[in-house]
């Protein structure tokens, strides 16, 4: 049983550039959230998001920064216009049907780490 | 408010001793409160989570104390190992399936 994928791990980008990072998550799980963790710092939520739906992108910066969850497929978290301050370790979780004792239970990927030259 | 405050920031503990680590929470809606543990390079896994209708629980080495009047949980590794070095987040959430609110982190070594 698969654990949550991402892909790529390492990505490199010049300033201005397009990032895309990709999460699929653990076979039978359906929610999705993306977080940010700079360097010696914890993790930020940025957005939650079930098939087709975003749920809650109050994390999220304004611009540039877009996430989707298709309903086939995995979820992508999209920078657009990429600069330095996004350098970070981009992680992504995934949790079961929320029901009895799995209760908000979130697995972690192995996150993506953007490095913006 | 969302802060989850962890301390402290660092930790060396020698081989078999006890690695206690602290969190206080402001926002008294919270309901969910998991302990990750990351090695570099990795992403956090789930080591343990606890909720407030509790106020201790165990697994093997590690046990989450809560104190909800206090609004604090701890973690505490016992009989610490090396290789039990890693960072340790605590985290907590309201409700089921929303965001997790995580701590600062703390960096254990332990000392063979």
């Known amino acids: 049983n698969a654990g949550v994928m991402q892909n790529p791990r390492h990505l490199v980008r010049r300033r201005g550039q397009e990032a895309r990072l990709r999460c699929s998550p653990m076979?039978?799980?359906?929610?999705v959230y993306w977080y940010r963790q700079l360097p010696e710092e914890g993790l930020k939520f940025m957005v939650y998001l079930q098939k087709e739906n975003i749920i809650d992108e109050s994390g999220m910066p304004k611009e540039r920064f877009s996430a989707e969850f298709p309903k086939e497929g995995p979820s992508i978290l999209r920078i657009q216009q990429v600069v330095r301050g996004d350098s970070a370790a981009y992680f992504c979780?995934?949790?079961?049907?929320?029901?009895?004792?799995?209760?908000?239970?979130?697995?972690f990927g192995p996150g993506t780490r953007l490095t913006v030259l | 408010q969302q802060q989850v405050k962890q301390s402290p920031q660092s930790l060396i503990v020698q081989k078999g001793g006890i690695s206690i680590i602290n969190c206080a929470y402001e926002?008294?809606?919270?309901?969910?409160f998991p302990w990750y543990q990351q090695f570099p390079g990795k992403g956090p896994a789930l080591l343990i989570a606890?909720?407030?209708?509790?106020s201790e629980k165990k697994e093997g080495r590690f046990t989450i104390s809560f104190n909800k009047s206090a609004k604090q949980f701890s973690l505490h590794i016992m009989d610490s190992q090396p290789g039990d070095s890693a960072t340790y987040f605590c985290a907590a959430s309201i409700g089921a399936g929303n965001m997790l609110t995580f701590g600062g982190g703390t960096r254990l070594m332990v000392k063979p």
């Open positions: 076979k039978g799980h359906s929610h």
């Open positions: 979780a995934s949790s079961p049907p929320l029901a009895g004792d799995h209760y908000n239970e979130q697995f």
């Open positions: 926002n008294t809606a919270f309901d969910y």
């Open positions: 606890i909720r407030p209708d509790v």
